[in-house]
């Protein structure tokens, strides 16, 4: 990539060109600009030439990020690729950051007082994301990772907690008996109770996950509250969504939500029966989060919405995805009061219209399988 | 005098720009002469006649319901990039140049219904990455060939083919060709989308300088119209909208050819209907 020393008015950034901030002179290292958008959430690309290899090179990348942070204040969004993984970091907005290619989505909220993960990812890319998540807050904080959030239980999404958790530290109190950092070892980690259910066992019986991976604190009821970062964060709990221990997040400084896999892009929700999921309570809880959101302007931007997968969205996104999943319940139960069988309603195609976007007939969520759950939850004597 | 004669034929030559283009910087005014049908009294229901849509596209529109409109999170939507040109549009190009070089930076257009304000950049900026938002102008970036401008847009949020629930997928790209002929402006919009065409889909749109235009402003506040329970979205359940066969029988246009697809966009259509078409 050519670097130019050349000084661009703010709108007029290019690629290849590298800067500090706008009206600074000169070149900061080897950011460089990919790609800036200047529309809501979807600015710049930012690629760091960071080799593992080459301390020189290492401190470039995070002169690089520095760069980028500083940038932050004059941009919509950022994103930023190492290439030392397939992590890739979108700012959001305020203080949240959006970490894409580790499984399922991860929101990163990043400021004075340190680190907060919402989900953790797949297990397979914890190393990547925990490198990630220390060059993105090394100009910010030295602050270690706080606290963590799981939407819920699944492994795409909590295959992280163990080493994310032990990377962190704990804020705690009481009676510490000996060293009192020993006291602080590993991050909260947060969930609703149902979580825990899912990823432990009665004594006696083999757990599904070690508890290392169990969240630490658990809520029931239907919100909880944390203040972090100066920024008052609610965690909402959809009863039986996606699962039966889903946690909306809503970061309300940043005006950034985090919806788990409620809410997706690249596929039909998944409801998962056996976990306590439905797909009215799916529709509810989409229909909650277009409650929190609020565009800035013609059904844009404003309140940014991070998906359990796929891309960055906001209302209008969810607004679409909530009609569909709506749309096709409302066919389904159609189907089902003139008493068809499952296999005659699949026979019916009832997503036929909506399968070119959300549809599969491979892989771990086909559309029959999709199909089977929206017939079986409305089956369901409640 | 014959040096300086060839100094200030080098400076001329020199200033020109290396291709040659005409700006579209301006007020323009729309004109309706095509498809006015469709985009002022707006489309009638079923008529999907000239759309290379597929069977998936067809069912969304026929299970759309106009009342859909009605809802407070889709009355403020305006229409995305593909479609803003064919509505109400008067239309102001700006350009910005920046201020040392020269260059054109991007030209941005402001349309008068809802008031979509739109970028194109010029200076050879890459697109977003595909995580990145999308929104309803999309991201777009401008070239020249020649006098013509071709903008190629991306990231747009899901929207339609036709305001009559025919729809267009978030994965579509839109290629646009503007051509400037001294007061009057030309549009050609190619779109294509993975998911609800079969084949490309063109059309042009026409504006005519109008240096006396001013484009009011277009506030909107979404508020509640119809009183219904939370989470009702209006649909046509398929095979229930009564409304489809309207369109063919009021215009006799057979009722194949009003459901669309590629082949229907070919002069030859005309001869494979016409034992049917009554």
């Given at each position: ?26 070149v ?9 958008t ?6 710049a ?16 990348g ?5 760069s ?5 204040g004059?941009?919509?969004?950022l994103?930023?690729a ?5 992590i890739?970091?979108l700012h959001v ?16 909220q ?12 797949g297990?397979?890319m914890t ?7 220390k060059?993105?807050a ?5 602050r ?20 994310l958790?032990a990377?962190?530290?704990t ?15 590993g ?8 979580v825990m259910?899912?990823?432990s066992a ?7 996950r070690?508890?290392g991976a ?7 009821g ?7 970062n100066t ?16 946690s909306?997040v809503?970061?309300r ?5 985090s919806t788990?896999d409620?809410f ?5 929700p998944v409801?998962?029966?056996q976990?306590?999921?439905s ?5 509810d809880?989409l229909?909650?989060i ?6 800035a ?13 796929g891309?960055l ?7 679409e ?5 709506t ?20 026979a ?5 219209d909506?399968?070119p976007?959300y549809g599969s007939?491979t892989g771990?969520?086909t559309?029959e399988?999709?199909?089977?759950a929206?017939?079986?939850?409305l089956?369901t004597k409640? | 005098?014959?040096f300086q004669?060839?100094v ?5 030559l020199?200033?020109v ?8 910087s301006g ?6 002469h ?6 002022i009294p707006g489309?009638?229901?079923g008529?999907y006649?000239?759309l290379?849509?597929n069977?998936?596209?067809r ?5 759309w319901?106009?009342?859909l409109?009605t809802?407070?999170?889709h ?5 995305p990039?593909?479609y803003?040109?064919r ?6 190009i700006?350009?910005?140049?920046d201020k040392?070089?020269q260059?054109?930076v991007?030209?941005?257009t ?10 194109i950049w ?10 990145a ?10 070239k ?9 847009t ?13 729809p267009r ?8 060709h ?6 009057y402006l030309?549009l ?14 063109i059309?042009?749109t026409?504006?005519v300088l109008?240096p ?8 909107c ?9 939370k989470g ?9 909208n009564?409304?489809l066969?309207?369109?063919?029988k009021k ?5 194949v050819?009003?459901r669309?697809?590629a082949?229907?966009t ?13």
């Amino acid at each position: 990539m050519t670097k130019k020393r050349v000084l661009f008015p703010s709108s007029q950034r290019k690629t290849g060109y590298a800067e500090r901030s706008e009206g600074a002179d000169g070149v900061v290292s080897s950011a460089t600009y990919s790609g800036r958008t200047d529309h809501p959430g979807a600015p710049a690309s930012i690629k760091l030439s960071r080799h593992p290899s080459s301390a020189s090179s290492a401190r470039r990348g995070i002169l690089a990020l520095f760069s980028s942070v500083v940038l932050l204040g004059l941009s919509t969004g950022l994103a930023c690729a190492q290439r030392n993984s397939e992590i890739h970091v979108l700012h959001v907005q305020g203080s949240v950051y959006m970490l894409v290619g580790a499984a399922g989505n991860i929101a990163v909220q990043v400021g004075k007082d340190g680190v907060l993960l919402v989900d953790t990812g797949g297990a397979q890319m914890t190393d990547q994301v925990l490198a990630t998540v220390k060059q993105l807050a090394k100009p910010i904080t030295n602050r270690p990772i706080r606290y963590i959030i799981n939407t819920h239980f699944h492994p795409d999404h909590t295959g992280g907690n163990e080493k994310l958790r032990a990377a962190g530290a704990t804020i705690t109190g009481g009676n510490v008996a000996g060293n009192i950092s020993d006291a602080t070892e590993g991050a909260a980690l947060f969930a609703h109770e149902n979580v825990m259910k899912r990823m432990s066992a009665p004594t006696g019986s083999a757990a599904p996950r070690s508890s290392g991976a169990w969240p630490t604190d658990t809520y029931f009821g239907d919100k909880k509250e944390i203040f972090f970062n100066t920024e008052a964060i609610q965690l909402f709990h959809p009863n039986s969504a996606h699962t039966d221990g889903d946690s909306i997040v809503f970061f309300r400084r940043s005006d950034v939500i985090s919806t788990g896999d409620i809410f997706m892009t690249t596929n039909y929700p998944v409801v998962d029966l056996q976990a306590g999921g439905s797909i009215n309570g799916v529709i509810d809880a989409l229909n909650f989060i277009l409650d929190l959101t609020i565009p800035a302007e013609k059904q844009e931007g404003g309140t940014m919405v991070i998906p359990g997968h796929g891309r960055l969205c906001d209302e209008a996104d969810v607004v679409e995805y909530r009609d569909m999943v709506t749309i096709i319940r409302d066919r389904i139960q159609d189907l089902i009061k003139k008493g068809m069988t499952l296999e005659q309603v699949k026979a019916a195609k009832p997503t036929r219209d909506y399968d070119p976007m959300y549809g599969s007939t491979t892989g771990f969520w086909t559309t029959e399988m999709f199909v089977e759950a929206v017939y079986k939850s409305l089956s369901t004597k409640k | 005098m014959r040096f300086q004669l060839f100094v200030v034929l080098l400076v001329v030559l020199l200033t020109v720009p290396a291709f040659a283009q005409v700006d579209p910087s301006g007020e323009w005014a729309p004109r309706f002469h095509e498809d006015q049908p469709e985009r002022i009294p707006g489309p009638e229901i079923g008529d999907y006649l000239g759309l290379p849509i597929n069977d998936a596209a067809r069912l969304r529109a026929d299970s759309w319901d106009a009342s859909l409109l009605t809802l407070p999170e889709h009355q403020c939507k305006p229409h995305p990039a593909d479609y803003s040109p064919r509505g109400p549009a008067n239309l102001r190009i700006t350009k910005e140049v920046d201020k040392d070089s020269q260059e054109i930076v991007a030209f941005h257009t402001h349309i008068s219904w809802q008031a979509p304000e739109r970028t194109i950049w010029m200076d050879g900026r890459e697109h977003p990455p595909d995580f990145a938002a999308h929104t309803w102008q999309g991201f777009s970036t401008g070239k020249w060939e020649g006098d013509m401008l071709t903008v190629t847009t991306t990231h747009l949020k899901a929207g339609w083919i036709r305001r009559n629930g025919v729809p267009r997928s978030d994965r579509a790209t839109l290629t646009e060709h503007w051509i400037r002929h001294g007061d009057y402006l030309t549009l050609v919009s190619i779109i294509n989308d993975p998911v609800y065409l079969t084949e490309p889909f063109i059309r042009t749109t026409n504006w005519v300088l109008d240096p006396r235009q001013q484009i009011a402003p277009y506030p909107c506040d979404a508020v509640v119209e119809v009183e219904r329970p939370k989470g009702t979205v209006p649909h046509h359940l398929p095979g229930t909208n009564t409304f489809l066969s309207e369109f063919p029988k009021k215009h006799g246009v057979p009722e194949v050819a009003a459901r669309g697809g590629a082949e229907t966009t070919y002069p030859e259509y005309q001869s494979k209907i016409r034992p049917s078409a009554k």
